[in-house]
């Protein structure tokens, strides 16, 4: 059983990047790749964007990092950052330009915003505005990251599983996304799962579950992690791990209880969409002149190549 730490190393930390950069279309590997060699070079739009872009080498790459940086400029609350976030995903004109309005006005408003402005505070405004814009489609949620690249093939214990449900609670995980208000004895937000605004989404704290009256979506806050987010389950019990501070502890596929588990249908079929993931990084590496870099890319594509191929001979040997 193993403890993931809740610092991650630089390394890690570049694991996390380039498996998350490394998806078709994406620009900013390019980006990233060329800051990471000369760090000195990175400029940012506002002083501000630095403590939230450093680790990533001025690349936007996570949704935490934009949402915190929209939070820190303009001092919107949780709700409004997060509508924003979803917004600049969904690409409507009339919606992203209600908010930009919003945005533009809170920060005109913040004097730390004002005071650290090294240009016209509109101009920046208009050009944080435009990244924010183009870069929305290749972000990703990043907290869980480190745990879904390093443990796919680990079965995660019924201890952890059992601490997580007894210490997440539905209020405090669903404000941290989106406004709760109170109603009498009761709790109630907008529903993030359908269009309409209305406060449609019941918040039940005695029994720890959330529901919409409307599009009827219920459940615990490991469903609406699941939900809100759009990950799996494994996923949605290591994010609020994180979260509540809880120690992960995992089983090897090796252990006995482990071995009574069967890999998931579609491992093989993830394992080879890694595998070109690393593929691609290899190119990039070597097109950017990092053949150190590309060299441990090949290891971890011989792993995976025999990762593969035993479980091919699992599935075709004799029962």
């Not at 494994?234 to 995992?250: G, S, T, V």
């Not at 069967?262 to 993830?270: F, L, N, S, V």
């Amino acid at each position: 059983m193993t403890k993931q730490p809740t610092n991650n190393s630089p390394e890690i930390e570049h694991e996390m990047a380039m498996f998350s950069l490394a998806r078709p279309g994406n620009i900013l590997l390019d980006v990233y790749l060329r800051n990471r060699e000369n760090p000195g070079a990175i400029t940012y739009l506002h002083p501000h964007l630095k403590k939230h872009l450093q680790k990533t080498f001025g690349v936007m790459i996570y949704h935490e990092q934009l949402m915190d940086i929209i939070k820190d400029l303009s001092g919107l609350s949780a709700e409004d950052v997060n509508q924003i976030r979803k917004s600049l995903g969904k690409k409507d004109k009339y919606v992203i330009d209600y908010w930009f309005e919003k945005f533009s006005v809170r920060c005109l408003n913040n004097p730390s915003f004002i005071h650290e402005c090294n240009r016209k505070p509109d101009d920046i405004i208009n050009d944080l505005w435009k990244y924010f814009y183009e870069n929305a489609i290749y972000q990703i949620w990043g907290r869980y990251v480190t745990y879904a690249l390093n443990n796919q093939e680990k079965v995660i214990s019924r201890k952890t599983i059992d601490n997580v449900f007894e210490a997440a609670k539905i209020e405090e995980v669903i404000s941290q996304f989106i406004e709760l208000k109170n109603e009498g004895d009761k709790l109630t937000a907008v529903c993030p799962f359908h269009k309409g605004g209305t406060t449609s989404l019941n918040i039940r704290v005695d029994e720890n579950r959330y529901h919409c009256s409307i599009c009827n979506k219920s459940g615990n806050p490991v469903n609406f992690i699941m939900e809100f987010m759009e990950v799996r389950y494994p996923d949605a019990l290591i994010y609020l791990a994180d979260k509540y501070d809880i120690e992960i502890e995992f089983l090897d596929m090796e252990s006995k209880i482990a071995h009574t588990i069967q890999p998931e249908p579609d491992t093989i079929a993830r394992l080879n969409t890694k595998l070109e993931f690393i593929k691609i990084y290899k190119t990039k590496l070597l097109i950017n002149n990092l053949p150190e870099e590309a060299l441990y890319l090949r290891g971890r594509e011989k792993q995976l190549l025999i990762e593969i191929e035993n479980l091919k001979n699992q599935k075709s040997a004799p029962l």
